[in-house]
């Protein structure tokens, strides 16, 4: 049984106050809540807030990750933080290969496997984003596409390294505009990735790693997703922003854990 893990991908929302405020929320929830010592919940927000979001909760159990890393250690690349410095001020975590850093900024496969490498090798767990577009999906291109990434984003990662790495299929159609995918479809291409990572690596690897889903993600589908066999967990973006919407998102996923 894997455990569960919901992570709030707050992208490049909330100010200062109101990212302590939710983050503050989410804490108290789990420790008034301790079945909730069954899931893995994460925030990620802003790098300029990271440093803060730690410090407030500091002793607490929620994960604490960046959004975005660099692609080299360290130097004249303006306007890039590094692995080092995230280290620095405490996260323990980063996304790498969101839809928005493909799409909207062009990272390529090759730049985000080495993202993944620098992010393990300086000490940070990794949520590896894949995912179609709506075109893609509907070519039939589904599974080419988020194998090649897959393999892309794991070039450099050994099977030892791999209780360090999240999978998050995310199809790009669903990101942000209320479009899902049903619980079937999202199963289908989770089974797919698993089998990958099976060949990839053991059986006994694709086992464990846990693959969440996202796009759209809220309080009225979580249930029903994650109670799919191979999905372990939600990257939630827009429903993460609340402790209204993500808090039933976390109950869902303590449902799934039992
Ligand atoms: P969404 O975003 O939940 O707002 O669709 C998910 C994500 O991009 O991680």
């Not at 990750?65 to 996260?91: F, H, I, K, P, W």
């Not at 596409?145 to 995310?170: H, K, N, P």
Request: proline share 3%.
């Amino acid at each position: 049984m894997r455990r569960p893990y919901l992570a709030g991908n707050w992208k490049m929302n909330l100010d200062r106050r109101a990212a302590r405020e939710l983050a503050g929320a989410l804490g108290e929830y789990l420790e008034a809540n301790p079945a909730s010592k069954d899931i893995d919940v994460g925030v990620f927000p802003a790098s300029v807030y990271l440093d803060e979001i730690v410090r407030t909760m500091g002793g607490s159990r929620l994960i604490v990750g960046a959004q975005n890393c660099c692609d080299e250690e360290a130097g004249a690349y303006t306007g890039e933080v590094s692995v080092a410095m995230l280290r620095d001020v405490g996260a323990s975590s980063v996304i790498l290969g969101h839809s928005e850093r493909r799409h909207l900024y062009g990272e390529a496969d090759e730049l985000i496997g080495r993202k993944v490498s620098l992010a393990l090798l300086g000490g940070l767990d990794v949520i590896l984003c894949v995912g179609e577009t709506q075109e893609e999906r509907e070519g039939g291109a589904t599974e080419g596409v988020v194998a090649t990434q897959l393999r892309g984003g794991l070039e450099a990662v050994s099977a030892s390294d791999m209780d360090r790495i999240t999978i998050a299929y995310e199809p790009v159609w669903a990101i942000g505009t209320g479009l899902t995918a049903s619980p079937d479809q999202a199963q289908a291409v989770h089974a797919y990735l698993r089998g990958l990572l099976s060949s990839l690596y053991t059986d006994e690897v694709a086992d464990s790693v846990r693959i969440q889903y996202g796009g759209s993600v809220k309080p009225s589908n979580a249930v029903e997703l994650l109670s799919m066999a191979d999905i372990d967990g939600a990257l939630v973006g827009g429903a993460a922003l609340t402790p209204e919407n993500f808090i039933p998102i976390l109950e869902a996923g303590l449902a799934a854990a039992v």
